[in-house]
T-cell receptor
Framework: QQQVKQSPQSLIVQKGGISIINCAYE??????FPWYQQFPGKGPALLIAIRPDVSEKKEGRFTISFNKSAKQFSLHIMDSQPGDSATYFC??????????FGTGTSLTVIP | DVKVTQSSRYLVKRTGEKVFLECVQDMDHENMFWYRQDPGLGLRLIYFSYDVKMKEKGDIPEGYSVSREKKERFSLILESASTNQTSMYLC????????????FGDGTRLSIL
């Protein structure tokens, strides 16, 4: 059973456009929601993260929007660039150590 | 910067072999993890360890075991490799406490023939 559901599976965006990736969860005990970026041949790297008591967090062109009541969170990439082309994973952490990952979104930004 | 190093980038083994995947982290993290990554399935947790000689099963532990004899090193063992264990294997480490992220190695792509 997938604890964190991620969509879309793949996304193609024009350079300069906005990329939006969505995730949903059921477990209200999750207390930390990171997003990871993975380039081919590399491991996932932390991009940005949010706590459930915050509705939005912005770092440069990357923003997480968090809707606690709907149990949804999303990643917005503003002014998308070809260098943003990668696979993105959302995740959620339960109490303790266990992280649950979404199935990933392959983003392609075309020039 | 945290560095998580996986000993092999690519590995090819035969069915029935015992396979060892090694992972080392340099940040004195208490917690270490092994995941496998398959297309369309995301990252699935195999085992994790929160201290030396301590281990916990993740979501898909069948066919795998782990060893953590030193804090910086976490090994994944395929007792008798099978073709359905062909996958990308990712190691991660994490500090205990609060909202600390996991730090990943670059993975080992394992093929079982």
């Amino acid at each position: 059973q997938q604890q964190v559901k991620q969509s879309p599976q793949s996304l193609i965006v024009q350079k300069g456009g906005i990329s939006i990736i969505n995730c949903a969860y059921e477990n209200t005990a999750f207390d930390y929601f990171p997003w990871y970026q993975q380039f081919p041949g590399k491991g996932p790297a932390l991009l940005i993260a949010i706590r459930p008591d915050v509705s939005e967090k912005k770092e440069g062109r990357f923003t997480i929007s968090f809707n606690k009541s709907a149990k949804q969170f999303s990643l917005h990439i503003m002014d998308s660039q070809p260098g943003d082309s990668a696979t993105y994973f959302c995740a959620a952490k339960a109490a303790g150590n266990q992280f649950y990952f979404g199935t990933g979104t392959s983003l392609t930004v075309i020039p | 910067d945290v560095k998580v190093t996986q000993s092999s980038r690519y590995l090819v083994k035969r069915t029935g072999e015992k396979v060892f995947l090694e992972c080392v982290q340099d940040m004195d993290h208490e917690n270490m993890f092994w995941y496998r990554q398959d297309p369309g399935l995301g990252l699935r947790l195999i085992y994790f360890s929160y201290d030396v000689k301590m281990k916990e099963k993740g979501d898909i532990p069948e066919g795998y075991s782990v060893s953590r004899e030193k804090k910086e090193r976490f090994s994944l063992i395929l007792e008798s490799a099978s073709t359905n264990q062909t996958s990308m294997y990712l190691c991660a480490s994490r500090s205990t406490g609060g909202n600390q992220p996991q730090h990943f190695g670059d993975g080992t792509r394992l093929s079982i023939l």
